[in-house]
């Protein structure tokens, strides 16, 4: 029933470092709490002579490039030609995509950042993922937490679907762009190739292929995406 929830309709685990984390996975949210241990034990496999290691399990690849003002915390690994810019503050339990892109004041914290995926200004993404050419507009951001702190439920047109965790942002499929200054609730799940437009609030499940004007009015995009 809820096929469309499933890791494999959201995401191309080939534009990921992290895919063998999905392996066995149904939901793309029962991986969040395995992050962290994923990147310690992958993080020793890496090849030094493309992975810089950089403190405790921070793992950067040569090509990438790392602004000094950047605070970095791992677990973390910055795959290669990716851009860490100014002031971006990572709190650790982060995979940064190859080509990704983690912008000005940033802030990413237990998260998968797909390839060449974008976050460039101003925003907040924590216990989300981000798929493979998604783009998050400046002062876009996942909300993670219930303002009730109970567990996050997913709200879709069959029902709701209980993730039993605490903590959950988004689950961003890939090609999607989210608006500037839009909001991701707890349990928000975007399907490939969906807008969100700016300032929206959105919670629960937004359909692959469709427009987020608002609340109650979504519609199918028709045309203007390119791969």
């Known amino acids: ?16 470092i992290a895919k063998p984390l999905f392996d066995g996975v149904k939901y793309p949210w029962e991986v969040l709490p395995k992050i962290s241990d994923f990147i310690i034990a992958l993080g020793e496999t890496l090849d030094p002579n493309e992975y810089e290691k950089r403190g405790e399990n921070i793992w950067i690849a040569k090509s990438a490039k790392v602004y000094d003002s950047a605070y970095l915390t791992g677990p973390l690994i910055v795959c290669a030609n990716a851009e860490i810019r100014h002031c971006a503050f990572i709190r650790g339990s982060v995979i940064v995509g190859e080509g990704a892109v983690i912008g000005n004041s940033t802030e990413l914290k237990n998260s998968i950042i797909f390839n060449y995926a974008q976050v460039p200004h101003y925003n907040y993404v924590g216990d989300s993922i981000l798929g493979y050419r998604s783009h998050m507009g400046a002062g876009s951001i996942t909300s993670n937490l ?4 109970t567990l996050v439920t997913i709200i879709t047109d069959d029902g709701r679907v209980e993730t039993g965790l605490k903590k959950f942002g988004a689950m961003v499929g890939d090609y999607v762009e989210v608006g500037c200054g839009s909001v991701l609730n707890p349990g928000s799940v975007i399907g490939r190739k969906t807008s969100i437009y700016p300032l929206s609030m959105v919670r629960g499940y937004v359909h692959e292929g469709s427009i987020y004007k608002k609340k109650g009015e979504i519609v199918e995009r028709t045309h203007g995406f390119c791969e």
Do not use: G, P, R
């Open 1 to 16: 029933m809820y096929s469309y929830l499933e890791a494999s309709s959201l995401l191309d685990f080939d534009q990921t």
């Open 146 to 149: 219930k303002s009730d702190k």
